[in-house]
């Protein structure tokens, strides 16, 4: 089936610094991906959709220069945490469209950010 | 716009119990429906689909059949394991064409032996 894999699962990081999160389709091409943020005992809450080659499209409320979203191949995209600070602390979530395989949506397992 | 309706938690069941996890939503035209299931510290993964109505998704003995006339789409078990204890999420997305999903809020089930 498809696979997404999420890295890393989990990072601690100091104020001030920034956190790379990584996504791959393993088996398949991802023209879309969606990133998600889950705070503790909540819903997913949508961030922003990225297609390969194209600027992400970033949900209201969402701050872009904070959260940058590459998507440059079609097995990667980045979500990069900017000048992180302790409220970005939260659960992660990639997820990846693969229409082709009819497998729908398939999701990272997601990245516990810490910031200190 | 879209919306997912979740009955409200935590589910607390003895191993074997019925489970039932009910789930409405709102949407125009005729969305996807989804449940997903979340174990603790992971990611999601798709339990059962159904893209249209009166189309009954099936995994894992796990059960829901897409009723267009009452909206609603709702989780059925009908012997639940201890493996079952999770977060599960209803979600849905516009038609078949794999936009954006809306999920619900969740569900947190815990069976005990």
């Known amino acids: 089936g498809a696979v997404v894999s999420q890295h890393p ?6 104020s001030g610094t920034s956190v790379k999160i990584e996504c791959r389709s393993l088996d398949f091409q991802a023209t879309t991906m969606f990133w998600y943020r889950q705070f503790p005992k909540q819903s997913l809450m949508l961030m922003a959709t990225s297609n390969e080659g194209s600027k992400a499209t970033y949900e209201q409320g969402v ?8 998507h440059a191949s079609l097995t990667l995209s980045t979500l990069t945490v900017t000048s992180a600070h302790p ?22 397992s997601g990245t516990r950010l810490t910031v200190v | 716009g879209n919306s997912v309706t979740q009955m409200e938690g935590p589910v607390t069941l003895s191993e074997e119990a019925f489970l039932t996890i ?3 939503y709102t949407a125009t035209g005729y969305p996807s429906l989804f449940w997903y299931v979340q174990y603790p510290g992971e990611g999601l993964q798709l339990l059962l689909k159904a893209t249209k109505a009166d189309d009954k998704g099936s995994n894992k003995g796990f059960e829901a059949t897409y009723r267009k006339e009452t909206t609603s789409f709702h989780l059925e078990k009908g012997s639940v394991q201890v493996s079952d204890s999770a977060v ?6 516009p038609g078949t064409s794999y936009g954006k999903l809306t999920f619900g809020q969740g569900t947190i089930l815990t069976v005990h032996p």
């Open chain 1, 9 to 14: 699962s989990w990072v601690i990081c100091k």
């Open chain 1, 63 to 70: 701050e872009k220069d904070k959260f940058l979203i590459n």
């Open chain 1, 87 to 108: 409220e970005d602390s939260s659960f992660y979530i990639c997820s990846a469209r693969d229409t082709q395989g009819g497998y729908g949506y398939t999701f990272g």
């Open chain 2, 22 to 24: 009910n789930c409405t």
């Open chain 2, 88 to 93: 599960y999420f209803c979600a849905l997305t």
